[in-house]
């Protein structure tokens, strides 16, 4: 499959896939999109000393990395499905731990590429990660979430992963109260999670998008 690099409007790199014409993250902003969309309308939320997260999208592990320099220490189980994970030779065009410039964020970017797929690994003793090389359409979830970041491809490229039966295995896999961002601000997507009970409200977006979704178990 071909995966173009690309830079983005803060610097940071991006991901492009010509088959789908999709990006990984906005082209306004790869980390500047991440923090908006999944460490401040997400993480900042969780007020708890621990957490469990599900990523919907693996990807080139941005979220990940971004979770583990904001968490503030709290003790994190991060699981991440992804169908098709991305070769050294692509992961190597990132330039995420450069532009965030701190002292850990190389070592830890390549501990989270570095380990195992479908086996927990301990990044730091506060931090286990698990990979799940699996199809979000096949896969059954055996964690109860406390958060999870749903970053699929765009409900136009993949309208599959967007739907009221996803949508219900997410929620069936959620603790009460927990809470679930998405990017995405469309109407069809809003009324496939309202049908499985989630409470959704419509927030700011990122820059160059007006508004995004945070919804709550
Ligand atoms: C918007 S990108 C994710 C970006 C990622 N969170 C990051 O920070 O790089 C969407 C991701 O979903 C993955 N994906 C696409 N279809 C999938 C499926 N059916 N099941 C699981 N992952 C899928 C893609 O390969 C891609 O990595």
Redesign the pocket.
């Known amino acids: 499959m071909e995966i173009r690099g690309k830079i983005t409007e803060d610097g940071s790199t991006t ?1 492009y896939r010509p088959d789908l014409d ?1 990006h ?2 906005s082209i306004h902003g790869a980390i500047q999109e ?1 923090m908006h969309v999944f460490i401040e309308a997400g993480l900042n939320k969780c007020k708890s000393d621990s957490l469990k997260i599900l ?9 990940a990395l971004l979770t583990m320099l904001n968490s503030d220490r709290k003790q994190i189980v991060y699981h ?5 994970p ?1 070769e050294k030779n692509i992961v190597d065009k990132l330039n995420f731990p450069d532009i965030i410039n701190s002292s850990v964020s190389a070592n830890w970017f390549k501990k989270l590429h570095e380990s195992q797929w479908n086996t927990e690994y301990e990044i730091e003793p506060w931090f286990k990660l698990k990979k799940i090389e ?4 096949e ?1 059954s979830f055996e964690t109860e979430y406390d958060l999870v ?1 749903f ?3 765009a409900p136009e490229k ?1 309208p599959e ?1 967007w739907d009221g039966k996803i949508f219900q295995k997410v929620f069936d896999s959620m603790s009460d109260s927990a809470i679930l961002t998405t990017y995405c601000a469309k109407g069809s997507v809003r009324r496939a999670m309202l049908s499985c009970g989630f409470k959704v409200e419509r927030i700011p977006g990122p820059p160059g998008k007006r508004q995004m979704m945070r919804a709550i178990k």
């Open positions: 991901l999709e990984y993250h991440s990523e919907i999208g693996f990807g080139t592990g941005l979220n991440s499905i992804e169908k098709y991305l699996a199809d979000l359409l896969h970041y970053d699929a491809f993949q992963l």
